[in-house]
């Protein structure tokens, strides 16, 4: 099994008392719930792949989210990797929204994680 981290987040500290607070956020049983449903989501996805031999239709992006990638990618100076890597975070993402699609808000916050890892 190949483990990557295409994902590395700043979390500040949270005072005490937000931490004692009752309730607020999401629970765990949800957030499982929810990557579950996103695996078999994607697991669904990648058999019909498999089943038409169509691997072009994994990466397809519309326009406004292409755009998007190449402005983000001069802006940065993403290489063909980290592009690689923010598509597949932005993929993982519309999986967690329960989207076949990439859409540009997928895209976009995808590339916030990958600012983030750049400049911490």
Not at 23 to 39: D, K, P
Not at 47 to 73: G, H, I, M, N, Y
Request: proline share 5%; hydrophobic share 40%; net charge neutral.
């Amino acid at each position: 099994m190949i483990n990557w981290c295409d994902i590395h987040v700043e979390v500040p500290a949270v005072p005490f008392r937000d931490l004692a607070r009752p309730g607020g956020g999401e629970t765990s049983e949800i957030a499982r719930m929810r990557v579950t449903q996103a695996r078999e989501h994607r697991r669904s996805r990648d058999e019909e792949l498999s089943r038409r031999r169509d691997t072009t239709a994994k990466a397809s992006l519309p326009p406004e989210a292409t755009r998007l990638l190449e402005a983000a990618q001069e802006r940065l100076g993403l290489s063909p990797k980290s592009i690689d890597a923010v598509l597949r975070v932005a993929r993982t993402i519309a999986d967690l929204d329960g989207n076949d699609d990439m859409r540009v808000v997928h895209v976009s916050e995808a590339i916030q994680f990958r600012w983030l890892d750049r400049h911490i």
